[in-house]
């Protein structure tokens, strides 16, 4: 008998794996295809261009940024410091920094994909899950707010953006002066050893977050989450939030991992959702290249306090606005989502 319990627990912990993994892949490969074509073809002066100089207005633009320059939070970062050292305003970069690997074509429609058919879920005291279009929207809404929120707070707390970039950080970019070849195979050559470059890096983080969501899952069942969600919905959002902290996911895939935890409530997956792509282990990291310890604190304060403060919000006005099954109608709670 337990023999044949551990079988089934390779079993479902293989199913969760593979479902998340593979239905992941193709926003994956799709979204190192671009990372190569636009570090290929992008002009480095282009953004500084067009891109507008005052820094409140900034702030704005950098948040939707992304629909234009779709990048994960990892291929935005080389952009952001260019565009600082274009002398673009600090405030302008880090929204951009923060919404664009949310607000973007790519991310958006793997939401949408990741969470179509969920409104036909209920959770265990029967309220309705959010859809496609509604998670895609509230994903979207609450990085932009999180976004242009924290780049209004850098404006305005750091006057001098010398005194909290790193040194190489701002200043004139000499690569702009580089010549680069124009001959077909040389630019082949680029984009595909960027986007094999990106491939690789992202699918390496979406394979460790699907085998850590999967364990998860045997430990923690859906019966547990869904009472850890009805009983203690803002230790849960604020839990989410740790999860995609630690998780370290690329926002072209997480969403799959969010939508594979069924019986969660929304604000908790959106917490992950927004929380995750701006603020995690690797980001971490990366920004301590560019920004000084301060800044860095004060945009984790800042990201943090917002998204758990706008998801309590979205739980508050999804447990209002919710339905419920009537007397006599029958209800249907999925204990796993559907596997393909």
């Not at 820094?55 to 992304?66: E, N, P, Y």
């Not at 850590?212 to 989450?225: N, P």
Request: glycine letters at 8%; hydrophobic letters at 55%.
């Amino acid at each position: 008998m337990a023999d044949t319990e551990v079988l089934l627990k390779i079993k479902d912990f293989l199913l969760i794996f593979t479902s998340i993994f593979y239905e992941a892949l193709p926003f994956i490969v799709l979204g190192a295809l671009i990372a190569g074509l636009l570090e290929e073809f992008l002009p480095g002066s282009l953004l500084a261009r067009i891109f507008p100089k005052s820094a409140a207005i900034g702030v704005f633009a950098g948040g939707v940024l992304g629909l234009v320059f779709p990048m994960c939070e990892c291929g935005i970062i080389p952009i952001m410091r260019r565009l600082l050292r274009k002398g673009l305003p600090l405030s302008s970069c880090v929204a951009y920094l923060l919404a664009g690997p949310v607000i973007n074509p790519i991310v958006l429609f793997s939401t949408f994909m990741a969470f179509s058919g969920m409104e036909d879920t209920l959770l265990s005291d029967g309220r309705s899950q959010w859809g496609a279009i509604p998670m895609t929207l509230a994903r979207a809404l609450g990085a932009y707010l999180v976004a242009v929120g924290t780049g209004m707070i850098v404006h305005f707390r750091f006057a001098d953006p010398d005194q909290v970039l790193v040194q190489g950080a701002g200043g004139k970019n000499k690569e702009d002066a580089e010549v680069k070849a124009k001959d077909i195979w040389s630019r082949l050559d680029r984009i595909t050893g960027v986007a094999v470059h990106d491939f690789l890096d992202i699918a390496f983080f979406l394979t460790l977050g699907a085998l850590l969501s999967a364990s998860i899952r045997l430990f923690l069942t859906q019966d547990e989450i869904s009472a850890l969600s009805d009983t203690w919905p803002i230790l849960s959002i604020g839990l989410m939030m740790l999860v995609g902290f630690i998780l370290c996911l690329c926002s072209e895939a997480d969403a799959f991992v969010a939508a594979s935890f069924v019986k969660m409530i929304p604000a908790a997956k959106l917490s992950f959702l927004v929380f995750g792509p701006m603020m995690d282990l690797k980001l971490l990291l990366m920004y301590t290249r560019i920004f000084k310890p301060k800044l860095i604190i004060t945009i984790i304060a800042a990201v943090a306090i917002q998204v758990f403060a706008y998801m309590a919000i979205t739980h508050l006005v999804w447990w209002n606005t919710s339905t419920q099954p009537g007397a006599g109608q029958s209800q249907v709670v999925l204990e796993e989502k559907k596997q393909p």
